[in-house]
């Protein structure tokens, strides 16, 4: 049973567009949600964060939004750019305990 | 060199070989991991070493046999693999055990198993 479900395998957007990646979690007590990114042929990368203190933490480009009713989280990206497209994985941990991460979406950005 | 460093990136072995993986984080970190992520699934927890001490084994079979002897290093001894197993492997570290500390992953290796 998935805990962490990104529902959208792929998003292709067009550059200087918004990207909205959408995440779904069935686990109430989840209190940290990451975003990790992943180009091919390398390991993901740290991208940003939110507690569940927060609804909203933004880092530049990047904003991710959290929904605790609707247990949703999304990362928004504006502008898209080319050097965006990658894969997209969300993930979440309960007080510490280990991350659980979904499958993962791929973004493409087209110029 | 800075990061994790995992080798090597590309392995092709059969099922009755026996190899290992290889992962180097200089970081200063004092946490370590193994995932695997197989095609179009969530990445999956197997091993994490926290100084050295293995915390947590997330029921993974005995032909894995992780090793970790400091806080720098980690290895991944592979035996009697299935074709199953064929996998991207990747190893991260974190400052601690507390998973709320990021996670700084390696290039992973890529395994196949013939």
């Known amino acids: 049973d998935q805990q962490v479900k990104q529902n959208s395998p792929s998003l292709s957007v067009q550059e200087g567009r918004i990207s909205i990646l959408n995440c779904d979690y069935t686990n109430s007590m989840f209190d940290y949600f990451l975003w990790y990114k992943k180009y091919p042929a390398e390991g993901p990368t740290f991208l940003i964060s939110i507690s569940s203190i927060k609804d909203k933490n933004e880092d530049g480009r990047f904003t991710v939004f959290l929904n605790k009713s609707a247990k949703h989280l999304s990362l928004h990206i504006v502008p898209s750019q080319p050097g965006d497209s990658a894969v997209y994985f969300c993930?979440?941990?309960?007080?510490?305990?280990?991350?659980?991460f979904g499958a993962g979406t791929i973004l493409r950005v087209k110029s | 060199e800075t990061g994790v460093t995992q080798t090597p990136r590309h392995l092709v072995m059969g099922m009755t070989n026996k190899k290992s993986l290889k992962c180097e984080q200089h970081?200063?970190?004092?946490?370590m991991y193994w995932y695997k992520q197989s095609a179009k699934k969530p990445l999956e927890l197997m091993f994490v070493y926290n100084f050295k001490e293995q915390t947590e084994n997330n029921s993974v079979p005995s032909r894995f046999s992780p090793e970790c002897p400091n806080s720098s290093h980690l290895f991944l001894h592979l035996h009697t693999l299935q074709p199953e197993d064929s996998a991207l492997y990747l190893c991260a570290s974190s400052q601690d055990r507390v998973y709320n500390s990021p996670l700084h992953f390696g290039n992973g290796t890529r395994l196949t198993v013939t």
């Open positions: 993930a979440a941990s309960a007080y510490g305990n280990k991350l659980v």
């Open positions: 970081l200063g970190h004092n946490a």
